[in-house]
């Protein structure tokens, strides 16, 4: 989680030019660097210095894109390629943070990868792949202040190039009366959920049922079904239970994925007052 959030400059360079490529992030008064690394141009990063250097690592999907895999290595091109050739980690792109002075340790990456295990699943964007939550050394209090702040200078520059990995989805529960807070309740649904700048996140409790009386879109169902295989949610008398807050990428998904069909969530989402989703943005617009 980024504390104590203030404007940043972020400098962001294409080593070949290309946008979906490698793509390297750094503040501009750091020494923290995260390369983002395409499995297909596994062999170029192989080309650039940071290969050699000890380092901490993240591996995600495409299809799987909330599941990710936290490594660290005294040669973190070296241990790439072992997991490039490995077919058990369905990955396809890989976050490598390093140094720009060269200075890291094995005691620095393997206390940031503990960190790192313990830290996203506190924050349950993402389901963490590793079967362990990796070692963590003994660090002496100046040595953890260091990576204490690696990590949160790392955490900006992960969400910055769109891996917000350690960021809540929420920034703090919401009461019952909060003007933020929205109600989904068509074809008896009971949830709840936060407009955010990401998208709406529906929130933990938040529930529908199993079988609406209403036609069902296929491509919901087995959304809904492929997270009930993952615990993000669980079948209760009927019902389909959210066990984790979770993002939906806009208002309609949220509401549409709740009734397993067509919804216009702008309309669907409303206030404890009854207003929806749709009059508040308006009326914030025309402030």
């Not at 993240?58 to 077919?87: A, C, M, P, T, W």
Request: aromatic share 8%; net charge negative; with cysteine.
């Amino acid at each position: 989680m980024i504390s104590g959030k203030k404007p940043r400059t972020i400098q962001i360079f294409l080593p070949t030019g290309d946008p979906s490529g490698i793509r390297v992030a750094e503040i501009t008064t750091s020494i923290i660097r995260v390369i983002e690394v395409p499995r297909n141009q596994l062999s170029e990063f192989m080309g650039l210095p940071e290969s050699k250097q000890v380092g901490l690592y993240f591996l995600v999907g495409r299809e799987n894109q909330d599941e990710v895999y936290v490594g660290q290595s005294g040669d973190i091109g070296s241990r790439l390629s072992q997991h490039n050739k490995d077919d058990k980690k369905d990955w396809e792109r890989a976050l490598v943070l390093v140094s720009l002075t060269n200075n890291l340790t094995q005691t620095h990456v393997l206390y940031l990868e503990s960190l790192s295990i313990e830290k996203a699943k506190a924050c349950k964007r993402y389901e963490i792949i590793n079967a362990n939550s990796g070692q963590k050394p003994y660090t002496p209090i100046p040595l953890k202040a260091d990576c204490d702040e690696m990590h949160e200078i790392g955490s900006l520059l992960l969400a910055t190039l769109g891996y917000p990995i350690f960021e809540p989805l929420v920034e703090s529960e919401p009461t019952e009366a909060s003007e933020d807070l929205f109600i989904c309740s068509r074809a008896n649904v009971k949830a709840k959920a936060l407009y955010t700048n990401e998208g709406m996140v529906v929130l933990e409790g938040s529930q529908a049922p199993m079988n609406p009386s209403r036609q069902q879109d296929p491509n919901m169902v087995a959304k809904r079904d492929e997270m009930l295989q993952k615990g993000i949610l669980k079948e209760v008398d009927g019902y389909f239970v959210f066990t984790r807050d979770f993002l939906f990428k806009s208002p309609s998904g949220a509401s549409g994925f709740l009734v397993l069909g067509s919804s216009n969530g702008w309309i669907d989402w409303k206030t404890q007052n009854g207003k929806t989703l749709s009059d508040c943005q308006r009326a914030q617009t025309d402030n």
